[in-house]
Structure formats: structure tokens, C-alpha cells
């Protein structure tokens, strides 16, 4: 139990080291994701416009979420350029949506079940963006079996490490 404590006080002094090094990158990267999240908000859902613009929204997100984890994998490595993070996505922008709509989608449905459920869907899936963010051109259904995977066994740490970040915010 303790080794964990120590590997989860090292990954966190880690991201710390990240966020310190690049502040304004990982603000810039929040201020860009923040307003999707206002506009879905305020526009998401109402009548047939609202839910394009809802998807529209999801879809940007999405976008964004895989290119601040391929961000966030180059900074853990030493590698800080952002600007070409869109540029590797973009051969393959369609497959990155596409999966991780198909993402979103699983943990909805399992979500519609019983709340455990979803919880336990999104976290087995949690890995999908940064295997995206590796290597875009996987297919959705590797992507979240790879996923899958990599967090067996490794769901409640995960779950624990993020209630650890709660006093960040």
C-alpha cells in the first residue's frame, strides 16, 4: 500500500512539474475547452438546433481532448511544441472523431443502465484519447479494447489518483 502511495505521490508531483513548466500552454488549452462547455450549456438541447449544436460541441471537445492528451504525452517526454499537435491529428481527424463519439455513445448507453455502470464504462474506456493521441489511425474498436485493457485491474487506482487531484481545483 505504500509503494502506491509513493507511485501516486511521484505521478502527481509529476503532473505537477508538467503544469509548472507549462502554465500558460495547459490554461490556454482550459480557456479553449471552457466555452464549449458554456455554449452546450446554454444552447445544447433545445429542439433539433440544439442538439446539432450539442454533437457540434461534443465533437470539439473530443478534438480537443485528444489533442491536450498528445500534448500532455510530449510534455511528460520533454518534447513542448503544441504547435503541430492538429497537424498529426488531421490525417486522421475523421477516425479520432469517429472513435471517440463511438466512446462517448458506450459510456452513455452503459450510463442509461445504472449510474456504476456508466462510471465503471467511462473509466474502463478513460484510455482511448491518449491511444489516440499515440497513434490516430487505430480503429475505434482497437482503440477501446486497447483501452480496456491497459486500465484491467487498474480502475479503482485510477479513481483514486483523481478524487487525489480534487484539491488542485
Known amino acids: ?8 505521490d511521484v505521478s502527481k508531483e509529476q503532473a505537477a512539474q508538467i503544469v509548472r513548466s507549462n502554465y500558460w500552454v495547459q490554461t490556454g488549452a482550459f480557456l479553449i475547452r471552457a466555452p464549449l462547455l458554456i455554449m452546450a450549456v446554454l444552447f445544447g438541447g433545445r429542439g433539433i438546433q440544439g442538439i446539432l449544436i450539442l ?6 471537445w473530443n478534438i480537443f481532448t485528444v489533442g491536450l492528451c498528445w500534448f500532455t504525452l510530449r510534455a511528460q517526454r520533454g518534447v513542448e511544441q503544441i504547435r503541430d499537435v492538429y497537424t498529426v491529428l488531421g490525417d486522421h481527424l475523421l477516425n479520432v472523431i469517429v472513435t471517440m463519439v463511438l466512446r462517448d455513445l458506450t459510456v452513455l448507453v452503459f450510463s442509461l443502465l445504472l449510474v456504476v455502470p456508466g462510471v465503471m464504462k467511462a473509466y474502463e474506456l478513460r484510455m482511448v484519447p491518449y491511444i489516440l493521441a499515440e497513434r490516430p489511425d487505430t480503429s475505434p474498436l482497437d482503440a477501446m479494447r486497447e483501452s480496456k485493457e491497459l486500465t484491467e485491474g487498474q480502475r479503482m487506482r485510477l479513481f483514486q489518483l483523481d478524487v487525489s487531484f480534487l484539491g488542485w481545483l
Not at 1 to 8: D, K, L, P, S, T
Not at 55 to 60: D, E
Request: zero cysteines; charged letters at 30%.
Open 1 to 8: 500500500n505504500q509503494v502506491r502511495m509513493r507511485r501516486r
Open 55 to 60: 454533437v457540434l460541441l461534443l465533437v470539439l
